[in-house]
């Protein structure tokens, strides 16, 4: 699954999204989103895809990363740690 097969380009929320509306975001945009994130980790660390999903874990309920614009795909968070 990659972040381009799924319609998020459109995705954008307010500054401070209300749970309601990151609750609102599609399984699937999700799960490319927590993807991306374990790729990243792993291409910094020169890591293995399965270290990565061990060390993010499971997709928690999305947070935003705080921004003067408005709130887009990849200032999203779908773990805990913040030092990726």
């Given at each position: 699954m990659s972040w381009?097969?799924?319609a998020i380009h459109n995705l954008v929320l307010p500054l401070e999204p209300e749970y309601k509306s990151l609750k609102a975001i599609p399984w699937e945009a999700r799960l490319a989103l927590h993807y991306f994130h374990v790729m990243r980790w792993c291409e910094k660390r020169r890591k293995c895809l399965k270290d990565g999903f061990i060390r993010?874990?499971?997709i928690r309920l999305l947070r935003a990363v705080?921004?003067?614009n408005a709130v887009g795909f990849f200032d999203l968070r779908t773990f805990e740690d913040d030092n990726e």
């Open positions: 381009e097969w799924w993010l874990g499971p705080p921004s003067r």
